[in-house]
């Protein structure tokens, strides 16, 4: 399930006055990419591949051919050899063998004459030649999708910008006359930018690898609407996916409050009652002190009441989680064998953010009532999230527009000391916010727990000390002898007896 592009989420050629009104188009060969393009290329247009080495223009540009199972598809190839391409694309599970291949690679150019190929041979003679070679292709056969890869070797052989530029919309026109959607691929440097071409250009598709990944963003897409990026690409054995931006909907539900509950009345006492449907919950604390287990009894509880709940882990096995949750009296089996609770590994750096998120779009449908994501630090080391990490805030709105309630855990590094309730991004997509403390008397450490923020009601004001044992979780009364807990130094100023109550 991917979001589609929306009037809000798309660009389009301010000179165009057809935006919108064209439906005829060809397929990328890539559904994640036909998403961002609203359905593909449309037909009998031309369109810039451009980006940097390695970012995939060349795959790109095979799905593309391979579409319709390469039936009328021309290859126009002027830096490899026709073997070598069928192989790379092989290696990718692209199957070259029924699209026809114009070698114009430099060991491909004998057929001008004079003899062999010499790149200082007169230029103007050798340009004209190679460029005439692919006119005679396209009158003799023509194509329906053209790839030219790359054009920037006709910049290189031609006498002048001029000529080049003269030459290629000629021959871009050529193409499109005789009903052909063409993509054109870029090698720009410094020394030969290539904005000439960004403004002859249809429409771009540009490609980059920031962060250790790669991004894919259309800036420029005459005669329809695109959706705006960047979104995620990732290149594997099956060649090039494409996972679109999550967007959220613009029709969101209306909110109705209505409260879940964790099973544990003196928790849900903190929340004056729970946490409401379609929210967003943080618990934060410091390592070992029970995020997970006290996060998850909403969900585990949504389940037992038959609602579909999934946990993702980011930072620990699903059997980890299972066995621990056995171990303090609740089991989870019966609930992952009924379906109502999924429990789902994610090893962060072997995904990239938008993999992730397309995960977990797949994974929700319309009976789920739960989402949480364990582990927030693990979701910073997803491949390609921004700097900003807007896109779990994107994820969290898409949930919670569908009515899905999102609880978050998010590691504090303090065991004791000054008080931080999240790290500074998480506060502001958080609708409530509940943390966790050790306390340390007379050698021991005690958990405490409260809560910080609810948007949607009160909350209770008060700390809780609580423990986690073989019976479950056990939530005591509010603490009312202790002062200075968040300030790192708590003092008791309470009498013996509540001392001893709560000690």
Known sequence: ???????????TDPDDETSGGDTDRLSSGIEGLDTVLGEGFLRGYHYLIRGTPGAGKTVLGWHFLVADDGTGALYVTFEERPEKIRRNAASLGIDLDGVTILDLSPEGRSFVEGGSYDVFAPSTVEYEALTDRVRTQVEASPPARVLLDPVTQLRYLAPDEYQFRRELLSLMDLLTEQGATVLFTSQASPVTPDSDLQFMSDGIVELSRPNGGRVLEVPKFRGADVATGPHAVVLGHSGMSVYPRVVPDHDERPFVRELASSGISALDDLLHGGIELGTTTLFSGPTGIGKTTVAALFLIEAARRGNHSILYHLEEKPATFVERCASIGSPVTELLEAGTLDVVSVTPSLLTVGEFLARVQTDVTDETTFVMIDGVQGFEKLTNLSAEQEELSALRSYLTARGVTVVLTDEMPNVTGDFRPTK????????????????????????????????TSDFEHRLRQFEITEQGVAVGDPLTGLSGVLTGDPQWVGTDTEREEVL
Do not use: C, Q
């Open 424 to 455: 500074s991004g998480e506060t502001a997509i958080a609708d409530n916010i509940v943390f966790m403390r050790y306390l340390e008397f007379n050698g021991e450490l005690h958990r405490a727990i409260g809560v910080l923020k609810k948007r």
């Open 1 to 11: 399930m991917v979001t589609s592009p929306t009037d809000s989420e798309t660009e």
